[in-house]
C-alpha cells in the first residue's frame, strides 16, 4: 500500500468515527455535521428564532447596538421570577414590538410599534416600557410583527429547539 491509499482509508476511517459520534447526540441533531435546533418561540401560527438573553448583562445589552433584526427573529429575555418589568430602546436602531409573557407561558401585552429615541438623547430622556402585569419573559421582535401575525392577549407561548422543556414553558 502506497502513501496517498493509506491517507484515503485514514480519512474514511475518521469519518466513520466522526459520523458514528455526531449520530448519537441525541434528537436535536438531524444527521453528522448537523448544529442544534435554534432556540425558538412559538405563540399562535408564528415562530420566532430568537437570540437568549438569560443573565443580567445580556439582559442590560438586548438588542442595543443592532443595525436590524431579520424577519421571523427576535429576543427572549428570561428573568428568574415574575414582576413588574421596565424596558427603554436605548441606542437601538428600529423600532420593535415588546411582548411580555407570564410565568404560565401567557401572553399577556403587546407594546406595540415602540420607536427609537434620538441618537442624542440622554439616558433620562429615554422612555421606559412597562409590562401591564407582573411578566417572567419578554419577547422583542420587529414592530408590526404581532399585529402581522394576529398575536393577542392570552396567547399560550411555547419555547420550541434549544431551549424547549426549559424556563417553564
Given amino acids: 500500500m502506497n502513501s496517498m491509499q493509506g491517507l484515503i482509508i485514514l480519512i474514511l476511517g475518521l469519518m466513520t468515527v466522526l459520523g458514528c459520534a455526531s449520530s448519537q447526540d441525541g434528537p436535536a441533531y438531524s444527521g453528522p455535521g448537523a448544529v442544534p435546533d435554534p432556540a425558538a418561540v412559538s405563540i399562535g401560527d408564528a415562530t420566532y428564532a430568537v437570540d437568549l438573553a438569560l443573565s443580567s448583562e445580556e439582559r442590560a445589552q438586548g438588542l442595543s447596538g443592532r443595525e436590524h433584526l431579520p424577519q421571523d427573529a427576535g ?95
Fill in 75 to 169: 429576543m427572549l429575555f428570561v428573568f428568574e421570577d415574575e414582576r413588574v418589568l421596565h424596558f427603554w430602546m436605548k441606542e437601538m436602531h428600529f423600532p420593535l414590538d415588546i411582548i411580555w409573557i407570564d410565568a404560565n407561558c401567557s401572553l399577556l401585552e403587546v407594546a406595540a410599534d415602540v420607536p427609537t429615541p434620538p441618537p442624542d438623547a440622554d439616558n433620562d430622556d429615554i422612555p421606559r416600557v412597562q409590562s401591564p402585569s407582573p411578566a417572567r419573559f419578554v419577547l422583542e421582535v420587529n414592530a408590526g410583527e404581532a399585529e402581522r401575525n394576529g398575536l393577542r392577549a392570552g396567547d399560550t407561548v411555547a419555547f420550541l429547539g434549544a431551549i424547549a422543556g426549559q424556563h417553564g414553558c
